[in-house]
């Protein structure tokens, strides 16, 4: 293997019984060279503001990536050992950047059937034009090709944005951000290409030791104390629509549960008070998060933002990494989720209402078939997101279309949206999407329950017209209108 | 596509690798013409002793179907805009047929890949001879094509029944039904080809707002007041008596839980008392209805009825839904169910009874390996009932097949079940089951698991031998003695 | 069928696709032959030190099988028609096992889709030369040839181990076992092949009716009697210790959930003394059973001893069979477990140590991707045992690889591991398995995912090189080091 040149295979991922590789490599033409849409990203705005170099390979493909620096934590080494840096604790970081990618390049068998070898065989191969498997043989030549493409000024970010053909892709902000990278790219003529997203868990949560700091930056963003549930929620308002004016989509929630019951305002304004003057328990923050959930889509209502929600992880699950590396370190794990119950406040209040836009993402994929098709299935706010985190696989995303087609069919899901702070791997992701939905509907055509051109169409929308209309603030840009859409608006009047 | 005639293709929803296929057909051709045995129908069998007509073509196919409707809700459409006829608020219900039709034949895509697909195009083509796949550009013409056969006798619902080789029919009715329907049936010489079922979740569930309505009618079919729960609990015997004469198989309950635990009598007469009197909350309520399938199967073992449950789902969703159009319009979401623990009190009561007969229906699939397989595989009066609901579909069934067989077995389950209000699609539904069941069959005779000769014979087994005796009344009908039913009822005497 | 020769596919398990197949063969041709590692038996260990014969056909297969008697009974027979023996009740034995052979041989249809069904052609084709399949026709030919087989010298337990190729096998014993069968073993030259597991479920559930007798027996095997908390604590570990020098790898805990909660002592100690002295609720006896989980962990860091915790199945779910028939008599019925919060405190204090490590078993397949995969992706003392009891099946096996190893590689599980009381199937187990690992690799190479040498490595690991090292002790034997382990060996001083 290692004298071959090292080229990808043009079928990789796709379905292999002939006729249906056949069908899917004719579907996947179709879609493959489409702009990329990447509405749930995490890259930092002043990053492609400044057309930022990536640094050396450690700092492109390892220490920024949870999931393969997870992966060599699961079988012995430190984060430390990896480059993460320490929040504290004596664990010396390895600063040898070389080293850490040979450690990397050692261990590649452990990413065997995992999406992270996918995504790393098309960066290597087919951004960086590698020809060598990695291994502890070829490490030290395949750091230094990878070291001197990124010196050059084709691998910067935005040559790499051309090059990827992205056509939009949005930030995640916290809600004091002052956006003043993203007002800089539109100066730059880039503010339809790069827009932000507001993000409020970092003061949703009154329990998390960050609250008040968080509480307190909103304030100052807004010139003025917040001393009241009633001020919190006018920052937040505000606050919104200084996103919007800065071409913001869409928020992002990322909670515990899936709970959404409103608080009567005094309930509200008693956790609040208590949280600005010290510590609340947890039940009450999970009560206040609920709340906010809610108010957040209220105020979807009134200002057209498409509402995201992911909940169902247990964050921090080990306190030793967690006071070791801080917060969100690998070790956060799933679990179960009750979208019917949880989600039941919200949707009675919102969810007919044409305003309105609901995205759904979960872990738990026991409720693809049991929950989230059937809620997506009837209320016409509610898109399904595409399948998260771990879920960004190749059997994941098709075991997602499986159990969620046949109740929501493939227009009551947001089409693909990668979830990635590594740039380099946003293509990677998206055509690993779009091989598994060809696949995904050859089999559909294969079984003569659709034609090959019902088949094409689908694909194309799901690989770049559903994000772009299930990401399209409500009132604002009028999605692609189709009949239904058209009375179902005039129907609300 | 529009240009050539549409024709369903053979071999469709069968396997697409070409040796599978192969076996496929083979299995499928020994099923495909097997009468249909349909014993969990939601047709009124007054429109069978009257051999109605069908009215046009939205009174058929969209109108009463749940599962059609809710899509094009989800898309923005309202209940109303569909010909639903809402039960209060100002939205005017449509009344232009035609445009209804139009509607749905325009937004054809968004049942891509759903079994409403499946069976829409099963019962245009095979049904109605339908040469032309809806469309904007094709409604009208479709439209007129149906209305012209709707017309005609040879699609009244006699000669469907007969056209379908329907052999016998359940129907669900409640326990306060006359049954006369059934006894002018049986005096029309259609008794045996359709059965009542006995449905008594309206006098179970003492919170809901029609519970005092439903017991009155139930003490009035019997010709005294209920003021007791003894007396609640004669009348159900006495009803159920009178279902068995009049050719009764089952009986069968739609609850929110699997919970079966028994009450003393004194805390159900209690609740029944507060329930005659005033408001009941809802865990009284739940407490009382799980009290209910403990009696209804302590009934069973006398009366020999079979007992399907089928648990799991949060009714009427949406207030404003249930509020405009009333109970059960498509926002039923289900939930998680613990089948292990509720079941517990009456399977130790009853479950290894040969007089007793359980079926089990569920839409919470992770149960399927994790509790129903296993519970099924070991208590002999338990048999698993067919994918239901949202289930019943392609990949719905399959999924059924690969997480029960290998635990259950094939002969622990009902075979298939249909649970249709929708006359015309029973037979798309008992033909896409025989499909999928055939495919599975295909893929054990492929890995040498199984010979095709039995794996056809379980083909048969499965559409037409199964229901039969799954549902035949315990006591009654014999079912079809196996050695093991032999000595198992010897060894119980 | 009958007439013709029963010769089993040499193709049989492995992908039907031609393309794919010829993948499986070549990669299953690589394992086929290894030794087979049987980490976790339920084997005597008197029976190999005695050599014993295995008695009748109806002894060997069907009384002491749980799943085919299981099967059996949920069609209707009851546990004592097949010779299992009722501890009371009137039901009668039954002693006639030519019988008992023939009622299996004619229920032979029930099995159709079962492992069992697989197992049992494996075991009577390859391991007894049988060439006719089990019918009411061949019960008794088949029955003859068989106790013929089974009084000859070469179908003792020793020479079939020999024939088995089994590296090593480890049985299951109780904390009080004085283990001499083991040393008698190692006597004979035996020790290294089969090897005790500490199994302590019977001491550490306070409301068990057994739970005082045990206790008691495990002082006496200490030369005292148990009065404390502390005590309690000190025989486990004296006995431990005891089974580390007689060669054990491992310790086993089967639990109602996976609860890991260490108790104060005090609170021990109270539970501990209310149990010697009287009953204990069972929500103390949960408390305490999950407190002893994590003292387990904490002494396995201290021995070494690899721990093995399979929760989550209500056992002895029906009154009846436990009264007539004892504990564990095929009506064991899982329920859903939480495994991210039950074993955060776990893990929280050993689950980063170098010196742990923890092997997790499920038959809640709902866990697989949304806990267990990121739970043995991130925490370097976890790895993710074979899928267990009911899951040990073709379809269970390819569920568990794809469910597990796109977030948790291959690396990070153990390889596989069979669970059973039936030793003829040992073979027809690990053979299954090497075939569905064959066959999810093949479709990784098809898929342009994996080299052909990349999956025939990770096969052979799968099958013999990951159980070796999962099952390693801890500070005693070193498990192939690899530099990730190196590095986090060093680290970890």
Known sequence: MAEQPW?????????????QRSIAREIYASTAALPIVSMHGHIEPGAIRRNDAFGDPAELFIIPDHYLVRMLVS??????????????????????????????AENWKLFRGTPTRYWMEHELSVVFGITQEPSAATADAIYDQLSASLSTPEFRIRALFDRFNIEILST???????LAEHAALAD??????????????GVFYPDRVTWRAAVRALGARCGREIVSYQGFLDALQERRFAFVAAGARATDHGHLTANT???????????????????????SAEAFAGNMLFESARMSVEDGLVMQLHPGVARDHSAAIQQGYGADNGFDIPVAVDFTRGLQPLLNAFGLDPRFRLILFTIDETVYSRELAPIAGAYPSVRLGAPWWFLDSPAGMARFRELVTETAGFYNTSGFV????????????????????????ARLVGEHRLTLDEATETAIDLAYTLPLTAYAR????????????????????
Chains 1, 2, 3 share one sequence.
Not at 263 to 276: G, K, T
Not at 427 to 440: F, Q
Not at 480 to 487: F, I, K, L, N, V
């Open 188 to 201: 730059q003529g880039w503010g339809e290409r790069v827009v932000p997203t507001f993000r409020p868990d």
């Open 7 to 19: 080229v990808l295979h043009p079928d990789r991922a796709l379905p292999t019984e002939p006729g």
């Open 75 to 104: 079988q012995g080494y430190r984060n430390s050992d990896l480059g993460v840096q320490p929040h504290q604790g004596d664990a010396p970081v390895e600063t040898d950047h070389r080293l850490i990618w040979r450690r990397f």
């Open 418 to 441: 990668d979830d990635t702070r590594a740039f380099a791997s946003i293509p990677a992701r998206h055509d690993l999407s779009r091989r598994v939905d060809a696949g995904y509907l």
């Open 172 to 178: 995640t902000d916290a809600p004091d951000s002052d």
């Open 261 to 283: 019951t409103p608080l009567a305002a005094a309930d509200a304004e008693r956790i609040f008070q208590q949280a600005l003057s010290g510590p609340v328990d947890a039940a």
């Open 474 to 493: 409500r009132g604002a840009v009028t999605p692609a209108a189709t009949p239904a859409r058209a009375e179902a608006e005039s129907a609300a009047q």
